[in-house]
């Protein structure tokens, strides 16, 4: 049984920064994909960055292009999500996901098969 929990989230300042762990544990992830989703209120859950495991390819939203970075940790079986220069815009309950395919495209929510419970970011002006 695969599990994502996720970690990291809270309250900050413009400008500021937050970290958020994935912790992923139930499987072998080599041949996954990870990524990472927010959902807004009122708003549609929407494709934030993705890193495929073997290999460490990623991919970005362009509103997070140069300002977030996904990355894993093999040892730890655990995906990161480092934000910096957060905006209030960035509001947002995250949500990892996992792929049992790694070739999926990163950026279709309806293609990862595994869901966190979601951890809550804010972002004050």
């Known amino acids: 049984q695969v599990q994502l929990v996720e970690s990291g989230g809270g309250l900050v300042q413009a400008g500021g920064s937050l970290r958020l762990s994935c912790a992923a544990s139930?499987?072998?992830?080599?041949?996954?994909?990870m990524g990472w989703f927010r959902q807004a209120p009122g708003k549609e859950r929407e494709f934030v960055a993705a890193?495929?495991?073997?290999?460490?390819?990623?991919n970005y939203a362009d509103s997070v292009k140069g300002r977030f970075t996904v990355s894993r940790d093999s040892a730890k079986n655990t995906v990161y999500l480092q934000m910096n220069s957060l905006k209030p815009e960035d509001t947002a309950v995250y949500y990892c996901?996992?792929?049992?395919?790694?070739?999926?495209?990163?950026?279709?929510?309806?293609?990862?098969?595994?869901w966190g419970q979601g951890t809550q970011v804010t972002v004050s002006s």
């Open positions: 996901a996992a792929a049992e395919s790694i070739q999926i495209p990163l950026r279709d929510r309806d293609r990862y098969d595994y």
């Open positions: 139930g499987r072998t992830f080599s041949g996954y994909a």
């Open positions: 890193i495929r495991w073997s290999g460490g390819s990623t």
